[in-house]
């Protein structure tokens, strides 16, 4: 078996060891979103260290865990704490957690984060549906050996992100008076920030946020027919676009403080996701 597969099935059985329960959908919490665990009836926990051969973050205290429960009548796994690329992981790690989710019965991804601010028009604190992805600069996530059992080796791109399911964001904002920008997120490595030639350069390319994550989670999320969507808030501008530097501690204090809408607009879409 490939190995990859071998290592995901191990991990699905490791954690059907803990709980039996079928999610409906899977919310990856980014930035901004820390705290959202306390909007779900939680029915069990499995840290993800307690799962052998899953990727923990190497940074101190952010290993996180899935948490299983409710949104509204919605059964849901959270992801709290994801892994970046930038940590040293294989993409393949990377995206097992995503994988592991649609293993145990997700059909739709949530995916959320936090990103600089390319368009111009854009202010930290916004949120913005994403429409569309620009993949070029991220690492392929199903390089290798296709796996059959997940999905096509050359799987379509051209709808990543979900139009019913963009439409269901929309309405939530609308009907909840939570302002919403729409564009394209652009992953990058990181884990430096960009420069200012990097950020003109994706500007003209047609991107209206940059971030480090989720745009390969899309991926193998529709490698394996999972129907995707994903909000990003917009926690700065990005380099160049204002007269000071960027810093992790800026990112985390504006995507603190839109987190209530944030939230607010995550549980109101879930719930109409029924
Ligand atoms: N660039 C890349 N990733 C980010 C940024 C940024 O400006 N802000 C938050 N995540």
């Known amino acids: 078996m490939n190995g990859i597969y071998k290592k995901l099935t191990e991990c699905l059985e490791c954690v059907r060891k803990r709980t ?12 901004g979103l820390g705290d959202y665990a306390e909007s779900i009836r939680v029915e069990c926990e499995v840290p993800y260290g307690e799962i052998e051969g899953f990727p923990v973050s190497t940074v101190p205290g952010h290993a996180g865990k899935f948490i299983f429960g409710w949104i509204d009548s919605v059964p849901v796994v959270c992801m709290k704490g994801r892994v970046h690329y930038y940590e040293g992981y294989n993409i393949s790690d990377v995206v097992l957690p995503v994988r592991l989710m649609g293993l145990l019965g997700a059909e739709i991804l949530f995916l959320t984060n936090a990103s600089g601010g390319v368009n111009a028009a854009f202010r930290p604190g916004d949120l913005m549906l994403i429409r569309d992805h620009i993949a070029l600069f991220a690492p392929n996530p199903l390089i290798g050996p296709n796996i059959e059992a997940l999905g096509t080796r050359f799987p379509d791109m051209s709808a990543v992100y979900d139009p019913g399911l963009q439409d269901v964001i929309r309405k939530a904002a609308d009907e909840n008076g939570i302002s919403l920008r729409e564009g394209v997120y652009v992953q990058l ?43 990003s808030c917009i926690s700065n501008l990005a380099a160049g676009m204002t007269a000071e530097p960027l810093s992790h501690q800026e990112v985390q204090e504006a995507a603190d403080k839109a987190a209530p809408a944030f939230q607010k607009l995550v549980t109101e879409s879930v719930r109409a996701m029924a």
């Open 189 to 231: 490595t990181g884990p430096s920030f960009e420069s200012p030639g990097d950020i003109r350069a994706l500007r003209t390319l047609g991107a209206d946020a940059v971030g480090m994550s989720t745009v390969v989670e899309a991926i193998a999320a529709r490698h394996m027919g999972m129907r995707v969507c994903g909000i």
């Open 20 to 31: 039996d329960f079928v999610p409906k959908a899977a919310v990856v919490l980014g930035s």
